[in-house]
């Protein structure tokens, strides 16, 4: 059974561009979870979907934003970048009223 | 707020050492979930465990052991005979209820082990 996969791996954008994350979850999995691993920051819950809609979101800018699909991956969208949003992005998902959570492998953006 | 303590940054063994990770959390929740996760050079966090507030008991699986005192509010994870595929980051995680009805992680700093030969 795959994991959870998160594209692309690697992702490098100017400062003021905006940046696309996807995750796909676990087959049978509703519930995405994106998290930020900033360095000195820590791992902070972003945003939480759960079939189709933003359920709740961390403490974080409304230019963090995103969406999920009807398939039940995600989306996660970082406008205006700035110097600071340089991180290792990481999704989890979970099955409906389970609380473990299955992560990807993250993304890391460098914005520049 | 939750809360995750894990009060050592690195620690570096030798191959075979036992080794322990502490963890201390603070929640005023009666019911959560205790995690620890192990984070690799290559980034995915991967899931070790997951313990309810109400099992206190202790797990085993394999080289790896938990223990739960709820008394001190320590969630520690013992790695015995340690090999140096265990060099990684280990995060240990607490749930914090969410609107909605689900729960976010609230991760400590993490441990850096580095097991050297």
């Known amino acids: 059974e795959a994991g959870v996969t998160q594209s692309p791996t690697h992702l490098i954008k100017t400062r003021g561009q905006q940046a696309t994350l996807r995750c796909s979850p676990i087959?049978?999995?509703?519930?995405v979870y994106w998290y930020q691993q900033a360095l000195g920051l820590g791992l902070q819950f972003l945003l939480w979907y759960d079939e189709g809609e933003e359920r709740n979101r961390g403490n974080f800018p409304p230019r963090f934003s995103g969406r999920q699909f009807p398939n039940y991956s995600s989306e996660l969208n970082v406008n205006a970048l700035e110097l600071e949003d340089s991180a290792l992005y990481l999704c989890?998902?979970?099955?409906?009223?389970?609380?473990?959570?299955?992560f990807g492998q993250g993304t890391r953006l460098t914005v520049v | 707020a939750q809360k995750v303590t894990q009060a050592q940054t690195e620690i570096s063994v030798v191959e075979k050492e036992d080794v322990t990770l502490d963890c201390v959390y603070e929640t005023r929740d009666t019911t959560y979930y205790l995690f620890w996760y192990k984070q690799p050079p290559s980034g995915e966090l991967v899931f070790l465990i997951r313990r309810n507030s109400f099992d206190e008991q202790n797990e085993i699986s394999g080289r790896y052991s938990w223990n739960f005192q709820k008394s001190t509010s320590s969630f520690n994870f013992t790695i015995t005979a340690s090999q140096v595929v265990d060099s990684a980051v280990y995060f240990c995680a607490l749930s914090e209820a969410m609107e909605g009805g689900s729960e976010k992680l609230v991760f400590g700093k993490g441990t850096k082990l580095t097991v050297n030969p």
């Open positions: 087959s049978g999995h509703t519930s």
């Open positions: 989890a998902s979970s099955a409906t009223g389970r609380t473990e959570a299955f």
